[in-house]
């Protein structure tokens, strides 16, 4: 299970600071990525990362949202930038590693909230 914490409520052009974490494992995270899910829609791939330093972002939020890792921490952060009302949504992260005999495991954080007030 992977902890999310960051969201809350900004004015458009504000900034948050999301965080994901993987406390208490024992196996490093191989890619991360944020994905997000406004009232009514379907969720999206926001930004992700790759264990190689890969990164690819939403055409709606390139140059505005940033995607980092730790791994010394075993985190991912997502700085939002300039935030619009249409940021508005669920933010999920999710993390996936290889195992050995039996295949790619995924994880989900169970979402943090972020409104943004226009």
């Known amino acids: 299970q992977l902890q999310a914490s960051g969201g809350g409520l900004v004015q458009a052009g504000g900034s948050l600071r999301l965080s994901c974490s993987a406390p208490g494992s024992d196996f490093s995270i191989n890619a991360w990525a944020w994905h997000r899910q406004a009232p009514g829609k379907q969720r999206e791939l926001v930004?992700?990362?790759?264990?190689?330093?890969?990164?690819n972002y939403a055409d709606s939020v390139k140059g505005r949202f940033t995607i980092s890792r730790d791994n010394a921490k075993n985190t991912v952060y997502l700085q939002m930038n300039s935030l619009k009302p249409e940021d508005t949504g669920t933010y999920y992260c999710?993390?996936?590693?290889?195992?050995?005999?039996?295949?790619?495991?995924?994880?989900w954080g169970k979402g943090t909230l972020v409104t943004v007030s226009s």
């Open positions: 930004a992700g990362i790759s264990s190689g330093g890969s990164i």
């Open positions: 999710h993390g996936d590693r290889w195992v050995d005999r039996v295949g790619l495991l995924d994880y």
